[in-house]
């Protein structure tokens, strides 16, 4: 576990590194803007400003995220990286909704571009390093399961795609000299980054909600589970919960109500394990059930009714009370 939070620690530097891209892009493009008047280079700087500040945001949420469990959170500090990408895809709606703004006004009043080659230059040098940049974090955000390092490197692929887009303009109005082509691409460039923050809010959201794990996650839990049921052992009450980039795992593993509490124990320290290759960074919680026990069928809710039905044997099948069940093989 020590080991586990260091790495966690580890990724500040990484924050460290997107805010100096922004700093860095934030100048090339506010140069680029001065040189031509293009409404469509200065949204493109007003993202990079978002950026710093989500980049900011981010090296707080990975820093807190970082921390060991304590007696406050006895489930660790992880979730606090759905704010950082929540905070994200809020700033880039904010972004987009600028970016509209100034695009209309310079729609109803256009006005000519100027020293459009030197412009574009830098421009391109800036996208460059938010290129390279968002690539750097979008892998270290899938190795170490970070959602607000994905969320950085995704805002920060947005606005690369802004700045290809405001080059297209920009270019076509060099082309062509219809000077409402700048505002129409800036526009075309706030719906699409729009969606993007649609998409890391949605994703925020739903980790803050203990949205279940990925249906992949589950199937290979539930393979794993299925190898015991095989050999007479029941399960049920499986929940999982996702928090960052730790994984959540329990259940209730019914087995004969005459094993002893060793044999029990071996049987979920044996199932955990199995779990643990299957499902890295995940904690599993496992409760131990008498088959026999009609009560141990009347919890598989949340919400564990007050009283027990009386008939609850008649609901279900004979069941097994084999006391030599053992682990599967292989």
């Not at 001065?34 to 949204?43: A, D, E, K, N």
């Not at 329990?250 to 060793?262: D, E």
């Not at 044999?263 to 199995?274: A, T």
């Amino acid at each position: 576990m020590t080991s586990d939070i260091a790495d966690r620690s580890s990724l500040t530097r990484f924050a460290w590194l997107s805010i100096a891209a922004a700093v860095l892009t934030i100048a090339l493009k506010a140069v680029a803007y001065l040189l031509t008047g293009s409404v469509g280079l200065l949204s493109d700087a007003v993202e990079s400003l978002v950026n710093l500040v989500g980049a900011l945001m981010a090296l707080a949420m990975l820093t807190i995220a970082a921390r060991p469990a304590d007696e406050d959170h006895p489930y660790g500090h992880s979730k606090a990286e759905y704010f950082s990408s929540g905070v994200e895809g809020t700033l880039i709606l904010v972004a987009a909704v600028s970016i509209g703004v100034a695009a209309i006004q310079r729609l109803i009043v256009p006005k000519p571009l100027e020293q459009i080659g030197l412009g574009l230059g830098v421009s391109i040098v800036a996208s460059l390093v938010n290129l390279f940049v968002a690539l750097v974090l979008l892998r270290a955000g899938k190795r170490y399961h970070s959602v607000t390092l994905e969320a950085n490197a995704q805002h920060l692929m947005t606005d690369v795609w802004t700045s290809a887009g405001v080059l297209i303009g920009v270019g076509a109005v060099a082309l062509t000299d219809l000077e409402r082509l700048d505002p129409i691409v800036a526009l075309l460039v706030a719906g699409n980054i729009s969606w993007s923050g649609v998409r890391i809010i949605q994703k925020s959201v739903l980790g803050l909600m203990d949205t279940a794990l990925p249906l992949e996650e589950q199937n290979a839990i539930q393979r794993v589970l299925e190898r015991y049921r095989e050999t007479g052992v029941q399960y049920h009450a499986l929940r999982t919960r996702e928090a960052g980039a730790r994984r959540f795992v329990s259940f209730h593993v019914l087995v004969p109500g005459v094993w002893t509490v060793q044999h029990g124990h071996s049987l979920l320290e044996r199932i955990e394990s199995d779990l643990h290759l299957a499902l890295p960074n995940a904690t599993v919680f496992t409760h131990l059930e008498s088959l026999n026990d009609p009560a141990s069928w009347d919890d598989t809710a949340l919400d564990r009714a007050e009283t027990l039905s009386t008939d609850s044997a008649t609901k279900h099948p004979q069941l097994p009370s084999d006391n030599n069940i053992d682990a599967p093989t292989g």
